[in-house]
């Protein structure tokens, strides 16, 4: 069975670090490209961050980028988003996402995790 359990979200100051962790099961995770979407309220689902399954490579949105780092831990089946300097546009609800390196149709996503800037 396929399990993706994202944890870590809260409310936080403005300016202030979170880091969201996504535990995996039931695939073979180190396969799979991992990635965070999050999507606000009234808004579209958004592409955040994406790591790759095989040379390391990192996408980060434009509005995250120099802010959040994401990474990896094959041994753990795990990806972390560590996100700093964080703003209220960045509240929303995240999402991790594993997509098979060879087969973009095979993909999983986790139930999302409430991230909230606010003072």
């Known amino acids: 069975q396929v399990r993706l359990v994202e944890s870590g979200g809260g409310l936080v100051h403005p300016g202030g670090s979170l880091t969201l962790a996504c535990t995996t099961s039931?695939?073979?995770?180190?396969?799979?490209?991992v990635g965070w979407f999050r999507q606000a309220p009234g808004k579209e689902r958004e592409g955040v961050s994406c790591?790759?399954?095989?040379?390391?490579?990192?996408y980060y949105a434009d509005s995250v980028k120099g802010r959040y780092t994401i990474s990896r831990d094959n041994a753990r089946n795990t990806v972390y988003l560590q996100m700093n300097s964080l703003k209220p546009e960045d509240t929303a609800v995240y999402y991790c996402?594993?997509?098979?390196?060879?087969?973009?149709?095979?993909?999983?996503w986790g139930e999302g995790t409430l991230v909230t800037v606010s003072s």
């Open positions: 039931g695939f073979q995770f180190k396969y799979y490209a």
């Open positions: 996402h594993a997509v098979l390196q060879w087969d973009y149709g095979t993909d999983y």
């Open positions: 790591l790759s399954a095989s040379d390391g490579s990192a």
